[in-house]
């Protein structure tokens, strides 16, 4: 049964501590929910038509329901054909940037979850998350519509019915989140490895590896330094280069990958042993790791000139820093020890605000998707829904 009120849904982005890239060839990856989040406000629209609005790319479109309704039998037929969909959104043909991407991943989804009933529907994504800097917005985007559009059209439960007995989705229920979500990652990423739709669905920390989602229940608190170099990549073109090299040199990028795939076991061999008991010498076996990876992602090609600006100058007051997500541009993760100075982190952001960086000082974990009565949003969602 449609839901006759709006909905909201958040998701949070996710730091990628170890495993980007060697994830999509089956290799492990850890990695952690992020206190930045992408909320959605879904409501029913009364004219016959499907309305988007996504403020932080600045794209509002809309369609009237029965010229979506003509899509329908060829879509059905061919699902992955996303040339349909392109023609339909009058999409130009390379297909890789922000609103070509997000658009054509709403449309997959609203025909998919959707099918033969499509509602008239007022859809606002709004994100906390940098839009394509390696922190998951992607992933928060389609757990959003996958959440929302699911939970509108009855087939999950709406944990805020009143009936409801707590205000979250079930086991199952999240799990046709993450599938639908995983989806909507194929449309924008092209081979997306599933990782970053499985931390904003379950939030927390995991191990993942091909499919296989293992929550980390204990971690320490650890504390990072986020970096968003503002140079702009996307995803789908670094994973393409990455698969590239390794079919030019396979036997130069696999084991690569092996190596990058050992650091992620012993990262979390080291976060388990922290847990019984802390001390400095884990912290340092952290930061060597850091640093080995961090070349071996120069070796696969995901560096840039900016991400080794970020690890000189940490480097330069004893802290380490890899970049994180797809690389390229976009973030990179630095380790702050208990036993930093407040001083030295100030000095290093001011320093990497100055090169025109962004940073933030955060914790790691965050909690996975979830629904909200408008008066739960936080203060700056409810403000920017106000006005949308
Ligand atoms: N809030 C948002 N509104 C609209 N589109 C979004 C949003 N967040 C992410 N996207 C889509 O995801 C793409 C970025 O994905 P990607 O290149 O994987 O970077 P990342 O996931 O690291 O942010 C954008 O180009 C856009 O198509
Ligand atoms: C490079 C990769 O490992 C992570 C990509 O993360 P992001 O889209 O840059 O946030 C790709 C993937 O796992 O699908
Ligand atoms: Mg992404």
């Not at 509108?152 to 805020?160: E, L, N, T, V």
């Not at 995983?182 to 939030?203: C, L, M, R, Y």
């Not at 019984?276 to 992602?297: F, K, P, T, W």
């Not at 541009?329 to 100075?341: E, K, Q, S």
Request: aromatic share 6%; glycine share 8%; proline share 4%.
């Amino acid at each position: 049964m449609t839901i006759d009120r709006e909905l909201f849904v958040s998701a949070p982005g996710k730091v990628i501590l170890h495993g980007e890239h060697a994830v999509v060839h089956g290799k492990m990856a850890l990695a952690v929910g992020l206190n930045l989040r992408t909320f959605i406000r879904i409501r029913p629209c009364k004219d016959d038509t499907v309305l988007i609005n996504l403020p932080n790319i600045g794209t509002k479109l809309s369609w009237d329901v029965s010229q979506l309704q003509s899509l329908l039998p060829s879509f059905q037929d061919d699902p992955q054909n996303m040339e349909i969909l392109k023609n339909f959104a009058g999409l130009t043909d390379g297909c890789k940037d922000t609103e070509s991407l997000a658009v054509l991943a709403f449309l997959y989804l609203y025909l998919s979850i959707f099918g033969r009933d499509l509602p008239s529907v007022d859809v606002v994504v709004w994100s906390q998350l940098p839009t394509g800097a390696g922190l998951g917005s992607s992933a928060a985007y389609c757990v959003c519509l996958a959440a929302a559009m699911l939970t509108y059209c009855g087939r999950i439960a709406d944990p805020m019915r009143e009936e409801a007995k707590t205000s979250r989705w079930s086991q199952t229920e999240l799990d046709l989140i993450n599938q639908w979500a995983f989806q909507g990652e194929k449309v924008i990423h092209g081979n997306p490895s599933g990782v970053d739709n499985a931390v904003g669905t379950w939030g927390g920390a995991l191990q993942y590896q091909s499919g296989r989602i293992t929550p980390i229940e204990r971690v320490p608190m650890l504390h990072i330094l986020l970096t968003n170099t503002k140079v702009p990549r996307s995803t789908k073109v670094l994973v393409a280069g990455v698969k590239e090299k390794l079919l030019k040199f396979p036997d130069i990028i696999e084991p690569v990958l092996s190596s990058i795939h050992a650091i992620s076991q012993e990262c979390q061999r080291v976060l388990k042993e922290m847990t019984a008991g802390l001390s400095m010498d884990h912290y340092s076996v952290l930061e060597e790791l850091i640093d080995i990876n961090q070349h071996h992602l120069n070796v696969i090609g995901v560096g840039h000139p900016s991400l080794n600006t970020i690890c000189r100058v940490t480097a330069e007051r004893g802290l380490h820093s890899k970049l994180t997500g797809a690389g390229g541009g976009g973030c990179a993760v630095t380790l702050l020890r208990p036993d930093t100075d407040h001083t030295v982190v100030e000095a290093v952001k001011q320093e990497l605000t100055d090169c025109g960086f962004q940073c933030w000082e955060t914790s790691i974990g965050a909690l996975g998707v979830s629904v909200h009565l408008p008066s739960s949003l936080t203060e700056d969602a409810r403000e920017a829904f106000s006005n949308l």
